[in-house]
């Protein structure tokens, strides 16, 4: 258990290194590399507004998640916790209240 | 294609890629397992069972939103094929149950070395202790029924049944010795009266001579001896008496006879043998008389040049006759009298020598009777059994 926090921590520190992600956006989920690929889980997703391999935008609890990347496909999606692989490019987070604000 | 979509049949679902973030979210929420997503071109495409893709189809269709089903596969599509085509379904479920079943059974009995019983009598002693067409491989012992065939069976010396595929091989030696000859003390004695022509015994003491008239039931071959110690020893007696004979037969054939015509009226049952089970198939002989005559056509199924199989029918004709009462003239009676006494001279002819006929006839208000006097050489010894006390 302690080595798999600390080797989900160094995960993230590499991947917040490549994909310029927020560290904080990620503690929800899990975001690992294979083989050239990235495959994120994400958890308190409600519902997902958009989906297209180049772009998917998800509904969470706290706000909306941009996902960007190429030949991006849901493996999995249940109980609100959704799997995303593919070459991710970039993530950006809306929280709850900015969303609200904007055209969602 | 897993195992789990295979017992349980996969779908592929193809939406328009507008709708493809919707129908995500009718899986996650109405918890409908789901794989591979993909697009290609304008289209979304899903896999998921056939189960959970009724339950999908549903909740679009109230939705409103549309799809297509472009492909399935799995046991339940093999199922619904089968369905259409059940005819191969059954046969071969059909051919399998009769490879399995067939291949276990006794088609044939072939029987070698036998010489003075038939190839059908000695079927007949197998199905006694058995076995025979129709037997179970594997659950008949072998070893046991030839113990018994040759314990119970004296003419079968030795017998051995080798299965060879589903056609049984049995080799017989019959008993060389054939019927035991019998150790009853006995004599002969005339059956009938005449003159002492010729005497050929060969066991026993000869009680009479040659040109000697004896009546019936006289002994002509005695088997008591009395021996060298004068003691009385007694043993069969053996051997042939010729004598000349005088017989009588007398033909009566009535001007009026009851004689058997058919009405015409045919009834048949046929039957379908299977192994040693008659099934019967048709039949319409329920309101037939007892007056009829009953003919039995069997038939067996063979292809060209290869050997019969135990499958066949059987033809039960029941053809009804009524009694008339027919009446034949006087030359027809005389006709018939003397074919009548024709058979009989024929059957005297085998065991005797013919040496004189006289014939005569006589006619009456009823009948037409035709005597005929023989004057014969046969032999008159029979075996008269001796009870020693």
New interface residues.
């Given amino acids: 258990m302690k080595n798999k926090k600390k080797d989900k921590a160094g995960f993230l520190e590499k991947i917040n290194k490549s994909l310029d992600v927020d560290a904080s956006l990620l503690c929800r989920g899990f975001l690992a590399e294979l083989r050239g690929k990235y495959r994120i889980e994400l958890c308190g997703v409600k519902?997902?507004?958009?989906?297209?391999?180049g772009e998917m935008v998800l509904n969470t609890v706290e706000g909306v998640l941009y996902v960007y990347g190429r030949r991006l496909?849901?493996?999995?999606?249940?109980?609100?916790v959704?799997i995303i692989e593919g070459d991710i490019v970039a993530i950006t987070f809306e929280k709850l209240t900015e969303a609200l604000n904007g055209n969602i | 294609m897993g195992i789990y979509d295979l017992i349980f049949g996969e779908v592929i679902i193809s939406l328009s890629?507008r709708d493809?973030?919707k129908a995500?979210?009718i899986?996650?929420r109405y918890?409908i397992?789901h794989?591979a997503?993909?697009?290609f071109e304008d289209e979304?495409y899903i896999k998921m069972t056939k189960k959970n893709s009724v339950y999908f189809s549903n909740i679009c269709g109230e939705k409103k939103i549309k799809y297509k089903i472009v492909d399935s596969g799995g046991a339940p599509e093999l199922l619904r094929l089968c369905k259409e085509r059940v005819g191969i379904f059954v046969g071969l479920v059909s051919c399998f149950l009769l490879v399995f079943f067939f291949s276990g059974v006794v088609w044939r009995v072939d029987v070698t070395g036998n010489e003075n019983l038939s190839g059908s009598e000695v079927e007949e002693i197998l199905n006694e202790h058995g076995f025979g067409v129709g037997s179970i491989i594997g659950r008949t012992d072998l070893k046991i029924i030839e113990n018994s065939i040759m314990r119970d069976n004296g003419e079968i010396a030795w017998i051995s049944v080798n299965m060879n595929g589903t056609v049984a091989n049995v080799e017989i030696i019959e008993s060389k010795s054939g019927k035991a000859k019998s150790k009853q003390s006995s004599n002969l004695v005339a059956k009938r009266d005449g003159k002492i022509e010729r005497i050929e015994a060969y066991n026993g003491s000869v009680a009479v001579n040659v040109g000697d008239i004896v009546r019936a039931g006289e002994v002509l071959v005695g088997g008591v001896y009395e021996s060298e110690q004068g003691e009385y020893r007694t043993t069969r007696a053996e051997g042939e008496v010729y004598a000349r004979t005088v017989r009588e037969i007398t033909v009566e054939i009535p001007f009026e006879t009851e004689e058997k015509r058919y009405t015409g009226k045919r009834r048949y049952n046929l039957y379908v043998n299977f192994f040693k089970k008659s099934i019967k198939i048709f039949g319409n002989s329920r309101n037939v008389s007892s007056d009829c005559d009953i003919i039995y056509k069997n038939g067996e199924v063979g292809l060209f040049s290869l050997p019969t199989i135990p499958i066949g029918y059987e033809k039960v004709i029941y053809e009804e006759y009524e009694k008339a009462l027919v009446t034949v003239s006087e030359n027809e009676a005389m006709e018939r009298a003397f074919s009548v006494l024709k058979a009989e001279l024929r059957e005297i002819s085998n065991e005797a020598e013919l040496l004189f006929k006289d014939l005569s006839f006589e006619v009456t208000d009823s009948s037409y009777i035709l005597n005929c006097k023989l004057e014969l050489i046969e032999n008159i010894a029979i075996e008269q059994k001796i009870d020693v006390g």
């Fill in positions: 519902k997902i507004l958009s989906y297209g391999e496909s849901s493996t999995s999606f249940k109980r609100n959704i | 890629a493809s973030a995500l979210n899986c996650m918890e397992p794989k997503p993909t697009f979304f």
